[in-house]
């Protein structure tokens, strides 16, 4: 068996936020992009190690009791996540960390602020789009698009004096239901 050098991924993520997501359709519309950076969308800043993309279709089992054995499947759920470890405290990125706060980006400062109020809080959904260059062909990328994103992991801001202040970002890909069924919750592609 002939090992093909060319199917084997290297490179780093960069991550944008907070543009319009493609038209859909089946197949999907591609996300467009220029050396990598899609049109109205932020980068978020620099990330530090992997950045992972989970899809894991739910499954529950079909058995019948003139078999020994499952039968056969059928699909319950679909469940996407984004995880990376950001660096820059970019203002995009943090909003969506703290959730649903108020925010400030003035001359002199940006801020955060909430707590309390007791009342039902608007959930910030955010486009993301992946890209990572293609190490075997010049000016072809990876790229990977979650339509309608939360950030469920909230926000460990950490400090110290003697390493470099991160905080890990989980976003939870969901349906977005004025998308066409089938085109509802993430495009992948491989540009050849």
């Known amino acids: 068996m002939a090992v093909v050098a060319a199917n084997i991924h290297t490179g780093p993520a960069t991550i944008f936020m907070g543009g319009a997501a493609p038209a859909s359709s089946l197949p999907p519309t591609w996300q467009t992009h220029t050396n990598g950076v899609p049109a109205g969308f932020t980068h978020i800043g620099a990330t530090l190690g992997d950045t992972v993309f989970n899809?894991?279709?739910?499954?529950?089992?079909?058995?019948?009791?003139?078999?020994?054995?499952?039968?056969?499947?059928?699909?319950?759920?679909?469940?996407?996540?984004?995880?990376?470890?950001?660096?820059?405290?970019?203002?995009?990125?943090?909003?969506?960390?703290?959730g649903n706060i108020g925010t400030v980006d003035d001359g002199t400062r940006t801020g955060f602020y909430g707590g309390g109020g007791g009342t039902i809080l608007n959930i910030q959904y955010v486009t993301l789009?992946?890209?990572?260059?293609?190490?075997?062909?010049?000016?072809?990328?990876?790229?990977?698009?979650?339509?309608?994103?939360?950030?469920?992991?909230?926000?460990p801001l950490t400090y110290s004096r003697t390493k470099v202040s991160t905080?890990?970002?989980?976003?939870?890909?969901?349906?977005?239901?004025?998308?066409?069924?089938?085109?509802?919750?993430?495009?992948?592609?491989?540009?050849?």
């Open 55 to 98: 899809w894991k279709p739910n499954y529950n089992n079909i058995e019948a009791e003139q078999a020994l054995g499952i039968i056969d499947k059928f699909v319950t759920a679909e469940d996407g996540t984004l995880e990376f470890e950001a660096e820059e405290r970019t203002q995009v990125l943090l909003k969506q960390a703290f």
């Open 129 to 155: 789009v992946l890209t990572s260059l293609r190490r075997d062909l010049a000016g072809k990328y990876e790229v990977l698009v979650l339509y309608k994103a939360v950030c469920t992991a909230g926000i």
């Open 167 to 192: 905080y890990k970002m989980n976003f939870q890909a969901l349906p977005d239901g004025t998308r066409t069924v089938g085109d509802q919750i993430f495009q992948f592609s491989r540009e050849k």
